[in-house]
């Protein structure tokens, strides 16, 4: 859900309305912009405090967790503190745990530090295994915050399994299905026929629209579908030497050239004003990206969306919390930890914010089941994104993952759909991405 755009391009504030309860579906993974902000809960003289240092917005204080926990048991009293930008907030922690000090008694993570976190700080956090239960989550979830010794050090909040989201009207006139099912069957189990849909969809495309939204969208899809990216399994970075990386490179600079996508960045101004005035007919959806859609769009959008199964299933974005060795109140942080990621609490996140579970138990939960929202009008959400959940590869992550993706999306496709030639982007997406690896 969270991740902030520059380094981290997947975090927004932006809200759709989930479920009967017509509340926000949280955009988990991209920043709409924003200097730090903090919260709290409030700050009861006496009790015990348990602070949270986090990024974007979790959505906790939101759903009225805090409170609930604070009900129930009423000696704690939580506090958070909030840096909106990722890339602000992650350098800061390492920082903190490097040095061993200002840290929180519960610190959030973004599944693209995860790795580094775990392979290189673990010994500053606590083993959580025996707070949160392993059976609860997604297994490839459970094993990103798990260290080589078996210590647990952080538990999932949430996921973002892989759909893509398109819009009907302007389907039915480029003389495309409209229907969820038979727009799945179209591209199902290969990326390339998503592409080969988009060729079809450019012969009679409305006036100034294209297939997709961006290159960088396009790329970070297919790439979420695959196992081995960037790292292999030994930590070896390997993402210039790796067919899957290019292939996906290669596909989506094709995409760029024959003019399927849209010309502009994710999560910058400029690609937010395509959304409101409807110049593209899809995009990858994980959970959180209706809510930038939500957020972006002109009202009468609403129920336009529909939302299919996307070519394979992959996951974009997530995040965990930890607990650092050297806070306070380590044994009530760690109850809070687990309290905030059970399948209980993620199925109400759910409801309220739009983050979806990492914990399969909630699935099965009326707030996933009957999850609707306004852009996608009776679209199953909660099932669709469920079956993408349990199906996501368990993928290898690096610590400098983001490094590589936005190197990939920022400094690669994007030139392509700018007048480069593939040839030219992909060196200059290599160059840049190693040039920052040695830094």
């Known amino acids: 859900m969270r991740a902030a755009r520059t380094t981290t391009a997947r975090r927004t504030l932006a809200i759709v309305a989930v479920a009967s309860l017509g509340a926000g579906l949280l955009a988990g993974c991209a920043d709409d912009g924003g200097d730090d902000s903090s919260s709290s809960s409030g700050g009861g003289s006496g009790k015990t405090k348990i602070t949270l240092g986090l990024f974007g917005t979790f959505g906790f204080e939101e759903a009225g967790l805090y409170k609930e926990y604070e009900k129930l048991h009423p000696d704690v009293d939580i506090q958070q503190t909030v840096v909106e930008r990722n890339e602000n907030y992650y350098p800061a922690l390492v920082n903190h745990l490097t040095t061993n000090s200002g840290l929180q008694d519960i610190q959030g993570v973004e599944v693209g530090n995860i790795a580094e976190v775990v392979q290189t700080q673990s010994a500053k956090l606590l083993d959580l295994s025996k707070y949160g239960k392993e059976g609860d989550f997604l297994d490839w979830k459970w094993q990103q915050g798990t260290a080589k010794d078996g ?180 044994e009530e942080a760690a109850k809070l930890a687990a309290w905030l990621t059970a399948p209980e609490q993620q199925a109400k996140l759910f409801a309220v914010q739009g983050s979806f579970p990492s914990t399969p138990a909630a699935y099965d939960s009326a707030a996933v089941k009957n999850a609707k929202n306004d852009m996608t009008g009776d679209a199953p959400i909660g099932e669709i994104f469920a079956e993408a959940a349990k199906s996501s590869p368990v993928q290898t992550i690096g610590p400098k993952d983001q490094i590589v993706q936005q190197g990939l999306t920022d400094n690669g496709v994007i030139l392509v759909a700018q007048g480069k030639s593939p040839e030219e982007a992909w060196n200059n997406a290599v160059k840049t991405i190693n040039n920052n690896l040695d830094q």
């Open 151 to 330: 210590q647990t050090v952080a538990l999932g909040t949430d996921v973002g399994p892989m759909a893509i989201c398109y819009r009907k009207d302007l389907f039915e006139k480029a003389g495309l299905p409209t229907d969820r099912t038979e727009v799945a069957k179209l591209w199902a189990g290969d990326w390339e026929k998503f592409v080969q849909v988009g060729e079809d969809y450019q012969k009679k495309a409305p006036k100034g629209t294209t297939f997709l939204d961006s290159p960088g969208g396009l790329i970070q899809a297919i790439l979420s579908s695959e196992k081995e990216r960037f790292y292999d399994s030994s930590g070896e970075v390997i993402y210039e030497k790796n067919p899957a990386v290019k292939a996906a490179f290669d596909l989506t600079a094709k995409a760029a050239e024959d003019g399927l996508v849209g010309n502009q960045t994710q999560f910058q101004p400029a690609w937010d004003t395509t959304i409101a005035n409807n110049k593209f007919a899809a995009m990858s959806c994980p959970p959180w990206m209706l809510g930038y859609i939500k957020g972006k769009s002109k009202a009468d959008a609403a129920g336009k969306w529909d939302v299919a199964t996307a070519p394979k299933s992959g996951n974009w974005g997530g995040s965990f919390l930890s607990v650092p060795k050297s806070g306070k109140n380590t």
